[in-house]
């Protein structure tokens, strides 16, 4: 039987790079062998061999930022356009504008993984084209879902119930990377189990590690901080934190992409905090979650919507107060962040688990096909 042609649009790295990507990339792992995939990417040398059983089409970058990404949006929808498809699935509202582009092609299946314009990398400019492209996501006839319940609930005042809720996930595995991360350990003088680490794909004031900076000052916090993201967005944020906080014991490692180191160095790690203001649904924290390390979480709704006091501790989000409060409470027990541990693990498996969470979005492409 002839497979269902499916091309995937709005992704711009493969492989992954956290994020959007990743989600992506789990979804057509899981659905590469029922369905005749391409997928849409910027040009990368590791694309073509990075998965067995789909089609990689790749475009150079011709531009840096906002303006880069537009253009790459724009050549990706003249790709598609000349192609015989049955599904295209639309990830991202940075891509929406281009949704009504395809409604004479075939399926038109579009996600949405956040409210962007709410991230503070983007100007005046780019919010408004990505707060229409919201307005155009929620106005078009393309079947539509979205990975965070409560912007879904939000979504669906709007726009008469017709996004459907399908979350993140997770496939949790022992694929580790001991060696790299003990050299990791000693370049940087490290002691396993004895260091604060926080991770984000870009650094930005969002993800709130000048929060977690502030909190450690405040209970005048001597041990090591892993601070692990892409500082280059935003200057005047990282000469912030690096000037701010020079007394405190802070490592800059720059994005770790290699996702088995990270999730090892999480692993060792004493501690993940993760104080983003604002997520979708995220993978960061499933990805944290699964390495069995204490959590302490700002309490924003989509964090709980996911988790609940068992499985790790939340403070008040953007108050750094609370935050030292909450790692000063966990210096003092540790054993009861570590059940806490547990729970969240095993809530994960029977929630999250990215073969099942993959069913719904086959079960989706096939209605919209029947």
């Known amino acids: 039987m002839k497979k269902p042609k499916v091309i995937i649009f709005g992704v711009k790295y493969f492989p992954s790079k956290g994020g959007t990507s990743r989600v992506v990339e789990n979804i057509i792992h899981q659905l590469k062998d029922k369905?005749?995939?391409?997928?849409?990417?910027?040009?990368?040398?590791?694309?073509?061999?990075?998965?067995?059983?789909?089609?990689?089409?790749?475009?150079?970058?011709?531009?840096?930022?906002?303006?880069?990404?537009?253009?790459?949006?724009?050549?990706?929808?003249?790709?598609?356009?000349?192609?015989?498809?049955?599904?295209?699935?639309?990830?991202?509202?940075?891509?929406?504008?281009?949704?009504?582009?395809?409604?004479?092609?075939?399926?038109?299946?579009?996600?949405?993984?956040?409210?962007?314009?709410?991230?503070?990398?983007?100007?005046?400019?780019?919010?408004?084209?990505?707060?229409?492209?919201?307005?155009?996501?929620?106005?078009?006839?393309?079947?539509?879902?979205?990975?965070?319940?409560?912007?879904?609930?939000?979504?669906?005042?709007?726009?008469?119930?017709?996004?459907?809720?399908?979350?993140?996930?997770?496939?949790?595995?022992?694929?580790?990377?001991?060696?790299?991360?003990?050299?990791?350990?000693?370049?940087?003088?490290?002691?396993?189990?004895?260091?604060?680490?926080?991770?984000?794909?870009?650094?930005?004031?969002?993800?709130?590690?000048?929060?977690?900076?502030?909190?450690?000052?405040?209970i005048n916090y001597e041990g090591k901080i892993v601070i692990a993201g892409d500082l280059s967005h935003n200057k005047e944020y990282r000469h912030q934190l690096q000037e701010n906080y020079k007394h405190l014991n802070i490592i800059f490692p720059g994005y770790i992409s290699d996702l088995p180191l990270l999730l090892t160095l999480i692993k060792k790690a004493k501690l993940f905090v993760f104080p983003s203001e604002t997520e979708g649904m995220s993978i960061m924290l499933l990805e944290a979650v699964s390495t069995l390390t204490p959590i302490i979480a700002s309490d924003i709704k989509e964090n709980k919507e996911v988790f609940d006091d068992q499985h790790l501790t939340f403070f008040k989000s953007e108050d750094s107060n609370d935050l030292a409060s909450k790692i000063s409470w966990f210096e003092s027990n540790k054993e009861i962040a570590k059940r806490q541990a547990l729970e969240a693990v095993t809530h994960v498996k029977n929630n999250y688990s990215w073969s099942e969470i993959a069913k719904q979005y086959d079960g989706l492409y096939t209605k919209s096909l029947n």
């Not at 929808?77 to 949704?99: E, G, N, V």
């Not at 780019?126 to 539509?144: D, G, I, R």
């Not at 000693?186 to 004895?194: S, V, Y």
């Open 35 to 218: 369905y005749d995939i391409t997928l849409l990417c910027y040009k990368n040398k590791a694309a073509q061999n990075h998965m067995d059983g789909i089609k990689v089409v790749e475009f150079t970058s011709w531009f840096q930022g906002s303006l880069g990404a537009l253009f790459y949006f724009l050549r990706s929808a003249l790709y598609a356009l000349t192609q015989t498809f049955d599904i295209i699935h639309i990830h991202k509202i940075d891509a929406a504008f281009f949704i009504p582009w395809f409604y004479k092609k075939g399926v038109v299946i579009a996600t949405s993984h956040e409210s962007a314009y709410l991230r503070d990398k983007w100007g005046k400019l780019e919010k408004k084209y990505l707060m229409q492209a919201e307005k155009t996501f929620l106005n078009s006839k393309a079947v539509l879902t979205c990975i965070s319940n409560p912007l879904t609930q939000n979504y669906n005042q709007d726009a008469s119930n017709k996004v459907k809720y399908i979350p993140n996930g997770i496939t949790i595995n022992d694929q580790y990377k001991e060696k790299e991360a003990t050299d990791f350990l000693t370049q940087h003088q490290l002691d396993e189990g004895n260091y604060y680490f926080f991770a984000a794909r870009r650094i930005m004031k969002t993800k709130g590690a000048h929060t977690l900076l502030a909190a450690l000052d405040k």
